[in-house]
C-alpha cells in the first residue's frame, strides 16, 4: 500500500511543488493522476520510489517510511517507467538492457536469463533480443524500457504519460496490458493528460492542480465535471461533449463509455416511438 | 551547479550591465595590459581599488566577492611560491622587499581574475552572442556559442532525469570504490550522449527548414549601439591604458611601500 | 493550380532495407486543409520532409520519382530555397528554438535570407501577433510552456510568410488543451491568410473537423485520399488501426441500429449533437 500524510515538496530553487498532498492507495488499484503541466503530478509520484523525499509529511510504502530507504531498495517493489525510453536505454542489446536492473539488484544469473525470457516474450520483443536497443522504431524502443521495469516484477507499476507520441493500436496495446497487470494484482499508477485514454480505462482518478489535490474519486464522475475540469484545464472526453449538448433532453451527463452512449440513446428512441 | 555561480549571469539592471560588452571587454583587456606593465604593488593597488565603484554600481558584490574567494587558493599558492624562490635564490635572507614582491605578484593574479569576473558577472550571455555576432567572427561560432548557452539548462535537466530513471532501476550511484563509481556513470553518460546527438539532429532540420545558409550576408534584428555611457567608458580605458604607459616608461620609478615608510 | 504535386515518389533511408515511403502520388490545391494519418511507421514523417528538401538533401540516399512544391522542383533545389515557400514545424518544441530570446527565433529564417533590419521588424511582429504571443516576445524560450514553445515555433516559420506550412504531429507533447490552441492558430492562418496547411496528428478526435482532404498512410504508400466523413466511415480505415473520432464511431453504431440519422458523417462532438437532437425531437 501507498501511503503520503499530507506532504510537502519544494525543489531546491525553492519552488513549491506540493503543498500538502494526502492520498492512499490500497494494493491492485488502478490509478490515473491527471492535471496541468506543472500541477505536480511527476512530483507526486517521483515520491513513490524515494527519488523526492518530502520536505514535510511522510510517505510510506507498506508501512515504512521511505525516508529510511534507499531508493534502489524501494525501487524493488515500486517499478517506475519513465516518459521518455531513451533516457533509460544503454546497453549493446536489449538482451542487456533488460538484465541491468536485474543485475543491480542481485538477481542470480539462471534466474535473470528466465525473467528476461519472460519479458521479452510479454511484451512480443523475443525476435530483438540481440539487437542494439538503437536500432529499433519509437514504439519498440518504449517496450524495450517497459520490458526492463516488468522483469523485476516489482508489485506496483508508475507509467509516466505512457502513451505521448503513440498512435491507436499502441494505445489500445497499452490498455491491454494494463488490464492484464491488473488481473495479477499489480497496482498500476499512471501520470498522463490524455482524457480519452482514461475515459477508456475508467480507474479512479486523482486530478492535480498547483501542487494540491482537488478532485479524487471515479473516472466517470471526474471526468464529466465541466468545473472540475475547467480548474485544471483538461478537455471533456468526446462523448461526454456530445452528451453535455444533449441535456436538454434529459440524458444523463456522466456518460464516457461509447456502449452506454449508445444504450441510453437507443432507449430513449424506443421510448418516443 | 554551484561551480557555474561564478559565471552566472544575473538579471539585474544597472548602468554597467547595460553597457556595450564590446567595450566593456576593451576595458578588461586594457586592464590585463596595464597588470603587465607593472610590478610594484603601488600600481597595481590602484588598479585593484579602480574596479570597485564599478562592482557596487553593477550590484553584483557578493557573486563578486564569491568569485574572489575562489581565486583565494591559487593565490595563496603564488604567494608562496613566489616568496620561497626569491628565498632560496638569495641565500636564505627573508627580507621585506621580497614578500612585497611576491603580494605584488600575487595581486596581479587578482585583479585579473575580479576584472573578468566583474565582465562576466555584468554581461547576459544574449548581449555576449550578439556581441560576437557582430563582431568579425564567423556566424557559426557565434551561433555555436549561443545555442550550447541555450541548451544548458535542457541538459542538466536531462542529465538529472536520466540520473533518476537508472536509479529508479536500481543503480546505486555513491556506492563502490573509484573505479566501480566511474563505471556506475556509463548508463548515465551514454543515454545522455546520445540524447545530445539526437537533439543535434532534430536542430540541424530545424535550422535547414528555416534557410540556414541562404546567404552570407546575414542581417540582424538587434542591432548594439554605442551610448555615453560606452564612449565613457571608452575614453577612460584610454586614459588609464596612456596614462600607465606613460608613468611606466617615461615617469618617475614607482616606491616601494617600505621604502615609503 | 496545384500548390504541392508528386508523382510515384519513392525513397528509401540510406542503409534502410525497405523503402519509407512508395508510389506516393498526391495533390494538394492552394488554400486546403490537408491532414495525413496513419499508424506508426506509415511513412508520414518522411512524407513531410520532402516537401521541404530535407529529403533527400539533408538525409541523403535516393529519391525516385517526381515533385513540385510552389512550382519547385525540389530535387534541383536547395533546402534554403525552399524555405521561403514551405514552413515545417516538428514535434518536439524544445529542439526547435535556438536563441535566447523569442522573437530573435522568429527572427532567424529572415536572418538567414538578408532581410534588412525595418522589413525584419515588421514580419517578426506581425508573426508574433498572428500566434497570439507578442506579449512575451522578450522571454527566453525556456521559460515558456510547451504549448508557447510551438507557438513561437509557427510564428518563426510564419515570419518567412511561406505559402505552405506543414506541421509534423505537433502536439504530441501538448496536453488537449493547448493542443486544441495550437489547432486553432493553424486554422485561422488557413481561413484568414490562405495558407496551405498539411498537418500529420494521431488526434483525428481534434483535428478531424478542420479538413476536407484526407490522407491515411501505411506502410509507405497512400491507402486512402479523399473526404474524410467517407474515410473515416469505411470500416478498413478502423482496422487499419486509425483513431476513428469517438463521435464518429456512435454515429455508426447508431445508424447501424437504425436511428434515422442523416448520411453525413459527423466529425465533431458537435456535429453529432446537432444531428442527435434532430433525430430525438
Not at chain 1, 118 to 132: D, F, G, I, V
Request: aromatic share 8%; glycine share 6%; net charge neutral.
Amino acid at each position: 500500500m501507498i501511503e503520503a500524510k499530507d506532504i510537502r515538496y519544494s525543489y531546491p530553487n525553492k519552488v513549491e511543488a506540493l503543498k500538502g498532498v494526502s492520498i492512499k492507495i490500497e494494493d491492485g488499484e488502478f490509478l490515473a493522476i491527471m492535471g496541468q503541466n506543472g500541477a505536480g503530478k511527476s512530483t507526486l509520484v517521483k515520491h513513490f520510489n524515494g527519488l523526492l523525499k518530502p520536505s514535510q509529511g511522510k510517505v510510506l510504502i507498506d508501512g515504512v517510511e521511505t525516508t529510511k530507504s534507499s531508493v534502489a531498495s524501494l525501487a524493488r517493489n515500486v517499478g517506475f517507467v519513465f516518459q521518455n525510453p531513451d533516457h533509460q536505454l544503454f546497453s549493446e542489446t536489449v538482451e542487456e538492457e533488460i538484465a541491468f536492473a536485474l543485475k543491480n539488484f542481485g538477481f542470480k544469473p539462471e534466474v535473470i536469463e528466465d525473467r528476461v525470457t519472460w519479458a521479452l516474450n510479454l511484451l512480443s520483443l523475443t525476435q530483438y533480443r540481440k539487437t542494439s536497443p538503437f536500432l529499433l522504431s519509437g514504439g519498440e524502443r518504449k517496450r524495450v524500457a517497459l520490458a526492463s521495469v516488468l522483469a523485476w516484477d516489482p508489485s506496483t507499476l508508475i507509467l509516466d504519460e505512457p502513451t505521448i507520441g503513440q498512435d491507436h493500436e499502441q494505445k489500445e496495446r497499452l490498455r491491454q496490458f494494463i488490464l492484464q497487470m491488473q488481473t495479477q494484482k499489480k497496482t498500476v499508477v499512471t501520470v498522463t493528460h490524455d482524457v480519452e485514454f482514461v475515459a477508456e480505462c475508467n480507474p479512479r482518478v486523482l486530478l492535480m492542480k498547483d501542487g494540491k489535490i482537488v478532485a479524487d474519486g471515479e473516472g466517470k464522475e471526474i471526468l464529466t465535471n465541466p468545473a472540475l475540469l475547467e480548474l485544471s484545464s483538461i478537455v471533456l472526453p468526446q462523448i461526454a461533449q456530445v452528451f453535455t449538448k444533449l441535456e436538454s433532453l434529459g440524458f444523463p451527463k456522466d456518460v464516457i463509455d461509447i456502449y452506454e452512449a449508445k444504450q441510453i440513446i437507443l432507449k430513449a428512441k424506443e421510448r418516443q416511438l | 551547479m554551484s561551480v557555474f555561480d561564478g559565471l552566472r549571469f544575473r538579471k539585474v539592471s544597472s548602468p554597467i550591465h547595460n553597457l556595450d560588452p564590446r567595450i566593456k571587454f576593451v576595458y578588461v583587456i586594457a586592464v590585463f595590459v596595464v597588470a603587465i606593465l607593472f610590478f610594484q604593488i603601488i600600481p597595481l593597488l590602484l588598479l585593484f581599488f579602480m574596479q570597485l565603484p564599478f562592482v557596487l554600481l553593477a550590484r553584483v558584490q557578493r557573486q563578486w566577492l564569491r568569485s574572489l574567494r575562489g581565486a583565494a587558493f591559487l593565490a595563496i599558492f603564488i604567494f608562496v611560491v613566489n616568496v620561497g624562490t626569491t628565498y632560496f635564490t638569495s641565500g636564505y635572507h627573508l627580507i621585506a622587499p621580497n614578500i612585497e614582491n611576491a603580494a605584488a605578484m600575487t595581486l596581479r593574479f587578482v585583479v585579473l581574475v575580479e576584472s573578468f569576473s566583474v565582465f562576466f558577472l555584468t554581461t547576459s550571455p544574449d548581449h555576449l552572442g550578439l556581441a560576437l555576432e557582430e563582431s568579425r567572427v564567423p556566424y557559426e561560432f557565434a551561433f555555436a556559442f549561443t545555442t550550447a548557452v541555450r541548451f544548458v539548462p535542457v541538459l542538466a535537466e536531462e542529465a538529472q532525469t536520466i540520473m533518476d530513471a537508472q536509479k529508479a532501476r536500481g543503480l546505486e550511484l555513491e556506492k563502490g570504490g573509484l573505479l566501480k563509481r566511474i563505471r556506475n556513470y556509463v548508463p548515465v553518460l551514454i543515454p545522455l550522449i546520445v540524447s545530445a546527438i539526437r537533439r543535434s539532429l532534430e536542430l540541424a532540420e530545424a535550422m535547414e527548414s528555416r534557410a540556414w545558409g541562404a546567404t552570407k550576408k546575414r542581417t540582424n534584428l538587434y542591432l548594439l549601439k554605442l551610448h555615453k555611457g560606452d564612449y565613457a567608458l571608452l575614453a577612460i580605458t584610454v586614459g588609464i591604458l596612456v596614462i600607465s604607459v606613460y608613468i611606466r616608461f617615461f615617469g618617475p620609478s614607482i616606491p616601494t611601500i617600505i621604502s615609503l615608510l | 493550380m496545384a500548390i504541392i504535386e508528386t508523382k510515384n515518389l519513392t525513397y528509401t533511408y540510406p542503409g534502410a532495407t525497405k523503402p519509407s515511403i512508395v508510389d506516393v502520388s498526391i495533390k494538394v490545391e492552394k488554400g486546403e486543409f490537408v491532414l495525413i494519418t496513419g499508424p506508426s511507421g506509415c511513412g508520414k514523417t518522411t512524407l513531410c520532409r520532402t516537401f521541404n528538401g530535407l529529403v533527400p538533401h539533408f538525409y541523403q540516399g535516393e529519391l525516385k520519382g517526381e515533385i513540385t512544391v510552389a512550382g519547385i522542383d525540389t530535387l534541383t533545389h536547395h533546402t534554403y530555397e525552399m524555405a521561403k515557400h514551405v514552413g515545417l514545424v516538428f514535434q518536439n518544441p524544445e529542439n526547435q528554438l535556438f536563441a535566447l530570446s523569442i522573437e530573435k527565433d522568429v527572427a532567424f529564417g529572415l536572418e538567414n535570407v538578408g532581410v534588412s533590419r525595418e522589413e525584419m521588424r515588421r514580419k517578426v511582429d506581425w508573426a508574433l501577433n498572428q500566434t497570439g504571443i507578442y506579449d512575451i516576445r522578450e522571454r527566453s524560450p525556456h521559460e515558456i510552456s510547451g504549448g508557447q514553445q510551438q507557438r513561437v515555433a509557427i510564428a518563426s516559420v510564419l515570419a518567412m510568410e511561406p505559402e505552405v506550412i506543414v506541421l509534423d504531429e505537433p502536439t504530441s507533447f501538448l496536453d488537449p488543451l493547448s493542443a486544441e490552441k495550437i489547432f486553432e492558430v493553424i486554422y485561422k492562418l488557413n481561413k484568414e491568410q490562405g495558407i496551405t496547411v498539411i498537418l500529420v496528428e494521431h488526434r483525428l478526435d481534434l483535428t478531424a473537423k478542420y479538413t476536407n482532404h484526407l490522407i491515411v498512410m501505411d506502410e509507405g504508400k497512400v491507402r486512402f485520399e479523399g473526404d474524410p466523413r467517407q474515410i473515416l466511415s469505411n470500416e478498413e480505415t478502423r482496422l487499419m488501426g486509425v483513431g476513428i473520432p469517438k463521435a464518429t464511431l456512435l454515429y455508426q453504431m447508431l445508424k447501424k441500429e437504425g436511428l434515422n440519422l442523416p448520411d453525413k458523417t459527423p466529425l465533431s462532438s458537435e456535429e453529432l449533437a446537432d444531428q442527435l437532437l434532430e433525430a430525438l425531437k
